[in-house]
């Protein structure tokens, strides 16, 4: 059903918004959601946090003017229940019958939608280059991005689509000219904003390795080469060619401090390897992976941070907030990293999570194959990121 087809509740229910749930759970209040979408999208991706009780009720138990009695024994009557679901149109009804019976109860305004539009920027406090690194942290997906800025300029890395006027918002805010807008790689969990950001005047950037998969767009924005610089103010973003997770990965480094890594290396995993060539092409991208981690990564200072394109639950953030750390207490702590060759191939192929949903539909519209609008778009990069191994396989004891 769509949240036009519910009938208004007959009791005024109260709204949250997300960004007030986002700041109750970072917060480590104790919160209790109930999940009113089918069980087969919930299992794929939902709320979740140390602090929070999820519980699965799809709306549909709720149509009947008797509910049953076992539904309504699974939700708590002593304390506030958020209610949530797609879209917030469910979620408003579902509340106001509970609130009918008694219950303790709001919902959460846009539903999972809204969670997904929630994008904050948190300062890299440990960053030791010149001007300042903030990194843009997606909570519903754990997409990353990075923004830096100095001496009135700015460049975005790992951009999304769906909040490119944020990054124009906040560089006038900051009062900087947004110069660039770089891309790792051809993303695979969402729709990239790189071309969206060149279309407003910023240069666009994609890595020149990529291309050969199918980039329609190329010679209408800049291709960087493994070495090439770009400057933002008296900092410098190096390009790294650094293959793997796809044959075009590219990380840079930002003014020798801090290597956003794309989905090549995170602080919790490294990278899946069979985004590109399917499980048939994966072990060969397995070792190009182990390649790049081991000469183009792990060959830098042990105090340069790594900053990944994503984070998962398992990611501990650093105590500035940020999703960061330094590769060398990365190679202490992850057992894949000090691997040799064989036997990290082993492990990365044995236990891989689901491939990203719709990532094909989503790989084709990066390219530039296809199009989207920008409800499209969104809708299709909804749920979690799934771009790496599996954490529990790689890290250490």
Same mark, same amino acid.
């Given at each position: 059903?769509?949240?036009?087809?519910?009938?208004?509740?007959?009791?005024?229910?109260?709204?949250?918004?997300?960004?007030?749930?986002?700041?109750?759970?970072?917060?480590? +209040?104790?919160?209790?959601?109930?999940?009113?979408?089918?069980? =087969?999208?919930?299992?794929?991706?939902? !709320?979740?946090?140390?602090?929070?009780?999820?519980?699965? !009720?799809?709306?549909?138990?709720?149509?009947?003017?008797?509910?049953?009695?076992?539904? *309504?024994?699974?939700?708590?009557?002593?304390?506030?229940?958020?209610?949530?679901?797609?879209?917030?149109?469910? #979620?408003?009804?579902?509340?106001?019958?509970?609130?009918?019976?008694? %219950?303790?109860?709001?919902?959460?305004?846009?539903?999972?939608?809204?969670?997904?539009?929630?994008?904050?920027?948190?300062?890299?406090?440990?960053? +030791?280059?010149?001007?300042? *690194?903030?990194?843009?942290?997606?909570?519903?997906?754990?997409?990353?991005? %990075?923004?830096?800025?100095?001496?009135?300029?700015?460049?975005?890395?790992?951009?999304?689509?769906?909040?490119?006027?944020?990054?124009?918002?906040?560089?006038?805010?900051?009062?900087?000219? *947004?110069?660039?807008?770089?891309?790792?790689?051809?993303?695979?969990?969402?729709?990239?904003?790189?071309?969206?950001?060149?279309?407003?005047? !910023?240069?666009?950037?994609?890595?020149?390795?990529? !291309?050969?998969?199918?980039?329609?767009?190329?010679?209408?924005?800049?291709?960087?080469?493994?070495?090439?610089?770009?400057?933002?103010?008296?900092?410098?973003?190096?390009?790294?060619?650094?293959?793997?997770?796809?044959?075009?990965?590219?990380?840079?480094?930002?003014?020798? #401090?801090?290597?956003?890594?794309?989905?090549?290396?995170?602080?919790? #995993?490294?990278?899946?390897?069979?985004?590109?060539?399917?499980?048939?092409?994966?072990?060969?991208?397995?070792?190009?992976?182990?390649?790049?981690?081991?000469?183009?990564? *792990?060959?830098?200072?042990?105090?340069?941070?790594?900053?990944?394109?994503?984070?998962?639950?398992?990611?501990?953030?650093?105590?500035?907030?940020?999703?960061?750390?330094?590769?060398?207490?990365?190679?202490?702590?992850?057992?894949?990293?000090?691997?040799?060759?064989?036997?990290?191939?082993?492990?990365?192929? =044995?236990?891989?999570?689901?491939?990203?949903?719709?990532?094909?539909?989503?790989?084709?519209?990066?390219?530039?194959?296809?199009?989207?609008?920008?409800?499209?778009?969104?809708?299709?990069?909804?749920?979690?990121?799934?771009?790496?191994?599996?954490?529990?396989?790689?890290?250490?004891?």
């Amino acid at each position: 059903m769509n949240p036009e087809d519910f009938p208004t509740p007959d009791v005024e229910v109260d709204t949250t918004e997300p960004e007030t749930l986002k700041e109750r759970i970072d917060a480590g +209040e104790e919160v209790t959601l109930l999940d009113a979408r089918m069980e =087969s999208e919930y299992d794929e991706w939902h !709320v979740d946090g140390e602090t929070v009780t999820s519980i699965n !009720v799809p709306y549909f138990e709720f149509l009947d003017e008797d509910i049953d009695d076992d539904v *309504l024994a699974r939700i708590p009557d002593d304390r506030e229940v958020t209610v949530l679901c797609a879209k917030g149109g469910a #979620s408003e009804y579902v509340a106001g019958t509970l609130a009918e019976r008694g %219950y303790e109860v709001n919902h959460l305004e846009d539903g999972m939608n809204g969670w997904a539009g929630i994008y904050e920027a948190v300062e890299v406090t440990d960053y +030791e280059g010149a001007g300042t *690194l903030l990194q843009y942290q997606r909570p519903s997906s754990g997409c990353l991005g %990075y923004l830096l800025y100095d001496d009135g300029e700015a460049a975005v890395i790992d951009p999304l689509r769906a909040f490119t006027d944020r990054y124009l918002d906040d560089a006038e805010d900051l009062g900087v000219d *947004l110069q660039y807008a770089l891309d790792t790689h051809i993303h695979a969990d969402h729709i990239s904003g790189v071309r969206d950001l060149d279309e407003a005047g !910023v240069e666009g950037v994609i890595p020149d390795a990529a !291309v050969d998969r199918g980039v329609t767009y190329a010679d209408e924005l800049t291709t960087a080469e493994d070495g090439d610089t770009f400057a933002v103010g008296d900092a410098t973003i190096e390009t790294v060619s650094t293959p793997g997770h796809t044959t075009g990965m590219t990380s840079y480094l930002v003014d020798d #401090s801090l290597l956003a890594t794309g989905d090549g290396l995170f602080i919790e #995993s490294v990278a899946r390897p069979d985004l590109e060539e399917g499980d048939e092409g994966a072990p060969d991208a397995a070792r190009m992976l182990y390649e790049s981690l081991q000469e183009r990564v *792990l060959t830098l200072p042990e105090e340069t941070l790594v900053g990944g394109a994503h984070y998962s639950d398992a990611a501990e953030p650093a105590e500035d907030g940020t999703f960061t750390a330094p590769i060398g207490q990365l190679v202490e702590e992850m057992d894949a990293l000090t691997m040799d060759e064989e036997e990290f191939v082993d492990l990365i192929l =044995s236990d891989m999570p689901p491939r990203p949903a719709n990532y094909e539909d989503i790989i084709a519209t990066n390219l530039g194959q296809q199009s989207v609008d920008d409800e499209e778009a969104f809708t299709l990069e909804l749920g979690p990121n799934n771009c790496a191994a599996s954490q529990e396989s790689l890290a250490g004891d």
